[in-house]
């Protein structure tokens, strides 16, 4: 093919051009919404992206300690029941954090205890070390395997997902069982971790819906970016996030919209109608 010389750009028109710096010719910067207005929304669709079959959607959330994952899985949380009195179970596994006496919701170290559709279940012991993960892994395991029902219908929600998954084999394939097949017995999952590395590759396959904080470092900047597309496309937006605001993204994996928000609102204590959760753990 012969090229014309009228046909060739002239180098002033290519210097005036300005380069697109984006990979990806259809990503858009994503608006700033604060949770007060983003929260509703994000509420009513969870789970219900398509009206005609809503399906349990799961929620990966990303951050390093003190970015504010914690208050914002325990603001949609109780969002979700204030909304739609979704029952939810949060498996807790630190040594102790006052944050979740916030949620108000009620603590239970037995599976057996659970009488509430909204729990927090926090096994506690004074063993270190791997009696410690022994314990852990026992408890959680038990819990998992009773909620493991058709029609659970209920939230499980983790403080740390990649401590339970490290507890034992037989713990990582109980997990990993959840990730992929849980949407079929109506369980929603919701876990929360600090790094995306290291992590079971479900976690991120299988979630529809993400939010990550401002990571602390280069290497987490990139791998936070990928989680959500082409790295060079996202890494300036975290670059953008203010964590003295606790800025995070959220970005639903389907339909590709995303927002960059911020939890505005206190957490305090929810009241709770208690319905019982014998229909659920107790068969």
Request: glycine share 6%; charged share 30%; no cysteine.
């Given at each position: 093919m012969?090229v014309r010389p009228e046909?060739v750009?002239?180098?002033e028109a290519?210097a005036?051009?300005?380069a ?6 259809a990503?858009?910067w994503?608006?700033?919404v604060?949770?007060?207005?983003l929260?509703?929304?994000?509420i009513?669709?969870?789970g ?8 349990p959607?799961?929620w ?10 914690t ?13 739609r009195?979704?029952?939810?179970i949060?498996?807790?596994t630190k040594?102790d ?9 009620p ?10 559709t909204?729990?927090?279940?926090w096994p506690?012991?004074k063993k270190?070390g791997?009696a410690?993960?022994?314990f852990?892994?026992?408890r959680i395991?038990q819990?998992l ?8 219908n209920t939230i499980?929600a983790?403080d740390?997902?990649g401590y339970v998954?490290?507890?034992?084999g037989?713990?990582r ?6 990730w ?10 919701v876990?929360?971790?600090q ?10 396959s299988?979630?529809?819906?993400t ?8 290497s987490d900047?990139?791998r936070?970016?990928?989680l959500?597309?082409?790295r ?8 953008s ?5 606790h ?12 927002y960059?928000?911020?939890v505005?609102?206190?957490?305090t204590p929810q009241k709770?109608?208690r319905?019982?959760?014998a229909s659920i753990?107790g068969?």
């Amino acid at each position: 093919m012969t090229v014309r010389p009228e046909d060739v750009e002239p180098e002033e028109a290519k210097a005036a051009a300005p380069a697109d710096w984006r990979s990806d010719p259809a990503f858009t910067w994503p608006e700033r919404v604060p949770w007060s207005q983003l929260g509703p929304d994000f509420i009513s669709i969870w789970g219900r992206a398509d009206e005609s079959n809503p399906q349990p959607e799961h929620w990966e959330i990303v951050g390093p300690t003190g970015s504010g994952k914690t208050h914002l899985m325990l603001t949609a949380l109780q969002d979700r029941y204030r909304a739609r009195k979704t029952g939810a179970i949060l498996v807790v596994t630190k040594a102790d954090d006052n944050v979740f006496q916030k949620l108000g919701w009620p603590v239970v170290t037995k599976t057996d205890e659970i009488q509430d559709t909204n729990v927090v279940y926090w096994p506690r012991t004074k063993k270190t070390g791997n009696a410690r993960r022994e314990f852990h892994d026992g408890r959680i395991q038990q819990l998992l395997n009773k909620l493991w029902q058709p029609g659970a219908n209920t939230i499980v929600a983790f403080d740390e997902v990649g401590y339970v998954e490290s507890l034992s084999g037989d713990m990582r394939a109980l997990v990993q069982m959840y990730w992929r097949e849980a949407r079929s017995v109506g369980i929603t999952v919701v876990a929360m971790k600090q790094r995306p590395q290291g992590a079971l590759r479900d976690m991120h396959s299988e979630t529809y819906w993400t939010a990550a904080f401002a990571p602390k470092d280069r290497s987490d900047a990139e791998r936070f970016a990928e989680l959500f597309g082409h790295r060079r496309d996202w890494l300036p937006v975290f670059d953008s996030l203010d964590p003295d605001l606790h800025e995070f993204i959220l970005r639903h994996s389907r339909s590709r919209e995303a927002y960059i928000s911020w939890v505005d609102t206190p957490l305090t204590p929810q009241k709770i109608k208690r319905k019982g959760l014998a229909s659920i753990v107790g068969r």
